[in-house]
Nanobody
């Protein structure tokens, strides 16, 4: 089991940028594919981005392609999500997740066994 702690959330105007960070502890992050999910009020949790164990493969939701970039630094046991050109519809609680089963990551929340507590991102128009 790996413990995950997100940071970097906040409030920003539309068109702005934020960088979310997920710090892993307990076990080295290199043993996990990592993902970011988000959940807006009244909506189901949805996939945002994922990165394979090696970092060589990335997955993105269509809604964030070209705007968000996921990366990892296993020396620092950290995964980041760079979010540019933010839109009001990006407002949500963002969660970091880890899977030791799916090497390349997954679009599906049930495939991830470990989750952080989330960090709020609010984008105003």
């Amino acid at each position: 089991q790996v413990q995950l702690v997100e940071s970097g959330g906040g409030s920003v105007q539309a068109g702005g940028s934020l960088r979310l960070t997920c710090l892993a502890s307990g076990r080295t992050s290199s043993g996990y594919a990592m993902g970011w999910f988000r959940q807006a009020p009244g909506k189901e949790r949805e996939f945002v981005a994922g990165i394979s164990r090696s970092g060589g493969s990335r997955l993105y939701a269509d809604s964030v392609k070209g705007r968000f970039t996921i990366s990892r630094d296993d020396v620092k046991n950290m995964v980041s999500l760079q979010m540019n050109s933010l839109k009001p519809e990006d407002t949500a609680v963002y969660y970091c997740a880890a899977t030791s089963v799916y090497y390349s990551g997954s679009y599906h929340a049930p495939h991830y066994g470990d989750w952080g507590q989330g960090t709020q991102v609010t984008v105003s128009s």
